[in-house]
Antibody
Framework: EVQLVESGGGLVQPGGSLRLSCAAS????????VNWVRQAPGKGLEWISY????????YYADSVRGRFTISRDNAKNSVYLQMNSLRAEDTAVYYC??????????????????WGQGTLVTVSS | DIQMTQSPSSLSASVGDRVTITCRPS??????LNWYQQKPGKAPKLLIY???SLQSGVPSRFSGSGSGTDFTLTISSLQPEDFATYYC??????????FGQGTTLELK
């Protein structure tokens, strides 16, 4: 069974740091790209970061670029999100999600086929 | 960045109704469009990828169509478990892979 389990969330003061972890099991982790998506309380989904299977290509949303760093350790089947200089607007549930092997004809898409349960990050003094 | 606009933002319907949700990107994205369902307190679930392909295990009452700048998600006959929030997401390279603002489907 494919599973993604996030951890590391909690309450942090503005300007502080947190490191989120996403532990994967039930599939060949080193073959899959992983994304982080967040959801502020009562709001919609916001894509924030993407790392390829080997870790050689990384993307960020403008809202977190320069403050957040995504990384992975394929030996530990884990992806991480280091979050620095946190702001009140970073308060959200953070999900990690696997990019599935999804293709229709010649179209290969980035679709998020498995998600973790999420971990809540609260930035407040 | 590509902006995604969903309509309506909310929708009231009854069990057995046919409903359609629209998603319009700010530029053409070919068929690089996914649909997700999210229930309160739960992670999103992938329903449709590449605009019209049904994800494994998703009931056939869900369907997607469209290309370019106009996409739709249709639920042919609403079931009680379908009342949820639905999001579109574009995956036209390169990132950011933006989501629509969501459509909340409520019981009438």
């Amino acid at each position: 069974e494919v599973q993604l389990v996030e951890s590391g969330g909690g309450l942090v003061q503005p300007g502080g740091s947190l490191r989120l972890s996403c532990a994967a099991s039930g599939f060949s982790f080193s073959s899959y790209d992983v994304n982080w998506v967040r959801q502020a309380p009562g709001k919609g989904l916001e894509w924030i970061s993407y790392i390829t299977s080997s870790g050689d290509t990384i993307y960020y949303a403008d809202s977190v670029r320069g403050r957040f760093t995504i990384s992975r350790d394929n030996a530990k089947n884990s992806v991480y999100l280091q979050m620095n200089s946190l702001r009140a607007e970073d308060t959200a549930v953070y999900y990690c999600a696997r990019r599935g092997s999804l293709q229709r004809g010649m179209i290969v898409v980035v679709g998020l086929d498995y998600w973790g349960q999420g971990t809540l990050v609260t930035v407040s003094s | 960045d590509i902006q995604m606009t969903q309509s309506p933002s909310s929708l009231s319907a009854s069990v057995g109704d046919r409903v359609t949700i629209t998603c319009r990107p700010s530029q053409s994205i070919s068929s690089y469009l996914n649909w997700y369902q999210q229930k309160p307190g739960k992670a999103p679930k992938l329903l449709i990828y590449a605009a019209s392909s049904l994800q494994s295990g998703v009931p056939s009452r869900f369907s997607g169509s469209g290309s370019g700048t106009d996409f739709t998600l249709t639920i042919s006959s609403l079931q009680p478990e379908d009342f949820a929030t639905y999001y579109c997401q574009q995956s036209y390279s390169p990132p950011p892979y933006t989501f629509g603002q969501g459509t909340t489907l409520e019981l009438k």
